[in-house]
């Protein structure tokens, strides 16, 4: 989604570009969101919508941000054609379903349908997946016709080529929450799904995800009779919050290449691109800087 605005919404457009070139992460820290799932609430609110906000935060440090959390912000700035993007997806759903207890399968499904769909399995199961005679089942590892292929290494789950997951994750009776993995362009290159047998432990994952969205929604804690987010939980929706937040970021710098040279927002992307190769930059560095040098003086 490219923000787009009349010319009598300008100064708002770039009082909220103040807010996203502080790092994208304006923590919202109520009652019930220790985590800052409400973060980067400033960058992503309609124009003209008047809300009450607090001082943004400056981004969290790559160093101190949990791994889940870093590879959702690190995907969504990473630009679109940087070799090893299937690789990233793929890290991501390692590392939820190691990370959140309640997850059992975690599977990546590319937007292209190029590529083949992705299972990540939770350790607890990787030992009966590796059981031939349970393969033989069908009902935790594709039947013997596919190829499984294990991408697992020393601090990772298991990484399974699997066709057809969704039906077979359904005839299963698990419960799934989806979410959507972009790139630099703010592009959805694939499908995160979390798969988990406790309909009530998936549960906090579909608000929280929900409230990242949505500032105006209830997050986890303040929802009773909810069971509480794990700590892998609240890193995936902290991560989720924030990439969302830089996909706002880039495009606006983005909206406002596009209006500067009247071209589309297309080749208003590239040209940002361009730039932050020539500086040697992120993607985000570069539209961070792109929003400042329109911010009034």
């Given at each position: 989604?490219?923000?787009?605005?009349?010319?009598g919404?300008?100064?708002?457009?770039?009082a909220?570009a103040?807010l996203?070139i502080?790092?994208?992460?304006?923590?919202?820290?109520?009652?019930?969101?220790?985590?800052?799932?409400r973060g980067?609430v400033?960058?992503r609110?309609?124009?003209g919508?008047?809300?009450?906000?607090?001082?943004?935060s400056t981004?969290?440090?790559?160093?101190?941000?949990?791994?889940?959390?870093?590879?959702?912000?690190?995907?969504?700035?990473?630009p679109?054609?940087v070799?090893?993007i299937?690789?990233?997806l793929?890290?991501?759903?390692?590392?939820?379903v190691?990370r959140?207890?309640t997850?059992?399968?975690?599977?990546?499904?590319?937007?292209?349908?190029?590529?083949?769909c992705?299972?990540?399995?939770?350790?607890?199961?990787?030992a009966a997946?590796?059981?031939?005679?349970?393969?033989?089942?069908?009902?935790?590892?594709?039947?013997?016709?596919?190829?499984?292929?294990d991408?697992?290494?020393?601090?990772t789950?298991?990484?399974?080529?699997w066709?057809?997951?969704r039906?077979?994750?359904?005839?299963?009776?698990?419960?799934?929450?989806?979410?959507p993995?972009?790139t630099?362009?703010?592009?959805?290159r694939?499908?995160?799904?979390?798969?988990?047998?406790?309909?009530?432990?998936?549960?906090?994952l579909?608000?929280g995800?929900?409230?990242a969205?949505?500032?105006?929604?209830?997050?986890?804690?303040e929802?009773?009779?909810?069971?509480?987010?794990?700590?892998g939980?609240?890193e995936?929706?902290?991560?989720?919050?924030?990439?969302l937040?830089?996909?706002a970021?880039i495009?606006?710098?983005?909206?406002l290449?596009?209006?500067?040279?009247g071209?589309?927002p297309?080749?208003?992307y590239l040209?940002l691109?361009l730039?932050a190769a020539?500086?040697?930059?992120?993607?985000?560095?570069?539209?961070?800087a792109?929003?400042a040098?329109?911010?009034?003086?």
């Open positions: 989604m490219i923000y787009r605005w009349q010319s919404h300008r100064f708002t457009t770039l909220l103040a996203a502080c790092g994208g992460n304006c923590l919202n820290r109520v009652k019930g969101d220790p985590w800052g799932i980067s400033a960058t609110n309609t124009l919508k008047e809300r009450k906000m607090t001082p943004p981004q969290a440090p790559t160093s101190t941000r949990p791994p889940l959390a870093d590879a959702l912000v690190g995907l969504a700035q990473t679109d054609d070799p090893g299937i690789e990233n793929q890290k991501v759903a390692q590392l939820a190691s959140i207890s997850v059992d399968y975690a599977a990546v499904s590319p937007q292209s349908g190029d590529e083949p992705t299972v990540a399995v939770s350790p607890d199961l990787t997946i590796n059981d031939a005679s349970l393969t033989a089942c069908h009902d935790l590892a594709p039947s013997a016709g596919h190829t499984m292929t991408h697992a290494t020393a601090d789950a298991t990484t399974l080529a066709p057809n997951f039906e077979t994750g359904t005839r299963m009776g698990m419960r799934i929450v989806s979410m993995l972009f630099g362009s703010g592009t959805t694939a499908t995160l799904d979390l798969w988990g047998r406790d309909p009530a432990a998936i549960a906090p579909t608000v995800i929900c409230a969205y949505d500032p105006d929604l209830p997050v986890p804690g929802i009773d009779d909810l069971a509480p987010l794990d700590a939980g609240h995936l929706i902290a991560g989720f919050a924030e990439a937040s830089v996909r970021t495009q606006l710098a983005v909206e290449l596009a209006t500067q040279t071209s589309d297309s080749k208003a040209r691109r730039d020539d500086q040697g930059i992120s993607l985000l560095a570069a539209a961070s792109t929003i040098g329109n911010l009034p003086s």
